[in-house]
């Protein structure tokens, strides 16, 4: 990784330290409204980044061992070259690489510089944290075998691969940087001769590569949150959200302002149940694991911005489309 790289991660790591420092040392009775923020702050940033790191880690020696093991040949052989059918391949992806949503960018990148369609890459982005063996046992955990959890599972999947279709029009080079488009020349794969154990220390040190490299947007993104959940706090939003339509507005921006971890999304929408339309709930369940703020300013470090502007906006329209059609329509 760059040195600037580093350096980057180090100063935010540092200010995160003396955050947390300077908000348990400051008087109570000086700034007090100051204070009470900061601290507001200093604590919703810890709690984004220590549930978003192991999942990004997680993540990451998944993509280092697809780096080293995953031979591009056999990818592309697996690999339905169809658009609409390699989208649908890569939104149920998910099942044999269950990640959220923040594990899930290296091990896409990785699969992209392998050789990976764009229409299966963009929609194993989007399902992938939903539709996965342990998104849907929490789910299930908090919901039953009910309309809720087949309801989210579905419109996922729906939602990913048409986004994924969509993005088939396009080429490689105009939505991906460079440096996450198929590589001609693989590391790891110039000596297949070599043992487990001997190329075991390679997808390690191209995992730890993953991580600081994606990291730095992870704190960032965090910080984000933070910050627009310390302006905008929780209940300001669901105040505003009583009608039908307002409700669901109202929880897909809660959904991007948290920015939860979709392994327990559920068990937070849950506390939602009684209060919104059931279809307000499911527009959070689905928006919310697909795009927040600190996976936006993830997906900066594989397309270029324009690709995520319609990466954030697609989903959102489309999820507001079908929640509002279900409240207004639907009764469960």
Not at 42 to 61: C, H, K, N
Not at 92 to 112: I, T, Y
Request: aromatic share 10%; hydrophobic share 60%; with cysteine.
């Amino acid at each position: 990784m760059k040195h600037s790289h580093r350096l980057y991660l180090a100063l935010l790591m540092l200010m995160l330290i003396l955050g947390s420092l300077l908000a348990e040392s400051l008087p109570p009775a000086a700034w007090p409204l100051l204070g009470e923020r900061f601290q507001v702050f200093v604590t919703i940033l810890l709690g984004i980044f220590l549930e978003a790191a192991p999942f990004l880690l997680a993540g990451s020696l998944v993509s280092g061992l697809i780096q080293v093991f995953l031979d591009q040949s056999v990818l592309s052989r697996w690999t339905p070259r169809q658009p609409a059918l390699a989208a649908l391949a890569g939104a149920l992806l998910g099942l044999a690489f269950p990640v959220c949503e923040c594990g899930v960018v290296p091990v896409m990148r990785r699969l992209h510089q392998k050789g990976l369609p764009l229409s299966a890459g963009v929609a194993f982005l989007l399902a992938a944290p939903i539709v996965n063996p342990v998104v849907i046992a929490s789910t299930y955990s908090a919901f039953g075998w009910g309309p809720m959890l087949w309801a989210r599972v579905g419109l996922a999947l729906l939602i990913a691969f048409a986004v994924g279709l969509l993005f088939s029009v396009a080429k490689p080079d105009e939505v991906l940087l460079p440096d996450a488009q198929p590589q001609a020349c693989e590391v790891g794969t110039h000596a297949p001769s070599l043992r487990f154990s001997q190329r075991l220390p390679e997808a390690l040190a191209a995992a730890g590569d993953d991580f600081m490299d994606m990291a730095r947007y992870l704190i960032a993104g965090s910080m984000l949150a933070a910050a627009m959940q310390t302006l905008v706090p929780q209940a300001a939003l669901l105040a505003v959200g009583r009608g039908p339509v307002s409700s669901v507005i109202a929880l897909l921006a809660l959904a991007f302002v948290l920015s939860v971890c979709s392994t327990v999304d559920a068990f937070l929408a849950l506390a939602f149940a009684n209060t919104f339309a059931p279809a307000a709930v499911l527009g959070f369940l689905v928006f919310g694991p697909m795009v927040d703020i600190k996976s936006s300013l993830m997906f900066l470090r594989v397309f270029r911005r324009r690709a995520v502007i319609y990466l954030i906006l697609l989903p959102l329209v489309m999820t507001l489309v079908v929640a509002v059609y279900l409240s207004l329509n639907v009764r469960w």
